[in-house]
């Protein structure tokens, strides 16, 4: 029986890790890039010795060469964390159009299986709520959260039209926000902040008013949801998240609550561009992949809570 062989961009970063991991134990072959703008080797250090997992410093908006074949590829390249994207904006728009250029003509040379990791960032300040994948979004392309959202745009249609002029196999999973260990402590988004505010006793910060609202998955949820879709023969965008809706005051209210924390909530105000709500409409993932969430809130940031409580516990014994 051949062992199916993946390449996942962006494979030492948040999601990427857990992708590899969890394609590890799917049985597959596993070739990791990153060039380590926002991934670290500490996310993959723990799979280094695995047989099937091998990893490479690679930089996709440059020439991609592989030896061999490949039969899926997973493009999750890219910061996806404001703080980020705002530091590297020109990176950020050059992966999102190089390097999925550069992903999808690999795809192409070895008619490998293309998956393209995507954003609930492409509905931008949303008109619609909740958001169904058929909604074409409100977004500003000159704002400061254009280089994010219109680099995960673009990387869309270039699927579509490598999909439709060479008939690549291609999928697109539209992320919506997500959570849970090997996220960064200065990521700078809310559950990160919030967590290492608490745990550290001090005031955390809430933007706006903090009525503003998110829907928040757990990362094993999402990588299932992401395998099944790649499996799956559905070519147009599907959204994967959590439904559940919560305020970020009441977001930041749990999270002093399960760390136990004394710290008090301040405000500040709402950055540029910020979207006022955000939930995924998951019916299509429902109906074809037969995925929905199962980890509970409470469950999920315990789990993140207790690593964050040992990153920071390992950085104050350094």
Known sequence: MNVPISLVTGGAGFLGSHLCERL??????????????????????????????????????????????????????????PIDYMKVPIQT???????????????RAKNARFLLASTSEVYG???????????????????????????????????????????IETRIVRIFNTYGPRMRINDGRAIPAFITQSLRGEDVTVFGNGKQTRSVCYVDDLIDGI??????????????????????????????????????????PLPEDDPKVRRPNI??????????PIYHRSVGLQKTIDYFRSQLHRNDTR
């Open 24 to 81: 590890l134990n799917e049985g597959h072959r596993v070739l990791c890039f990153d060039n380590f703008i926002t991934g670290s080797v500490e996310n993959i250090a723990h799979i280094f010795t695995n047989e099937n997992f091998f990893f490479a410093k690679q930089d996709v908006t440059e020439y991609i060469y592989v030896e061999g074949n490949i039969d899926f590829i997973w493009h999750f390249a890219s910061p996806a964390s």
């Open 93 to 107: 728009l050059k992966v999102g159009s190089l390097g999925t250029h550069k992903a999808l003509g690999l795809a």
């Open 125 to 167: 300040d949303p008109l619609i709520h909740p958001q169904v994948e058929e909604y074409w979004g409100n977004v500003n392309p000159i704002g400061i959260r254009g280089v994010y959202d219109e680099a995960k745009r673009f990387a869309e249609a270039m699927t579509m039209a490598y999909h439709r002029v060479h008939n």
């Open 227 to 268: 395998f099944r879709l790649m499996m799956s023969s559905t070519v147009e965008p599907v959204n994967i998240g959590n439904p559940d809706e919560i305020t970020m005051l009441e977001l930041a209210e749990e999270i002093i609550a399960l760390t136990k924390s004394n710290s008090t909530i301040v405000f500040q």
């Open 283 to 292: 019916s299509k993932a429902m109906n074809i992949l037969e995925w929905k």
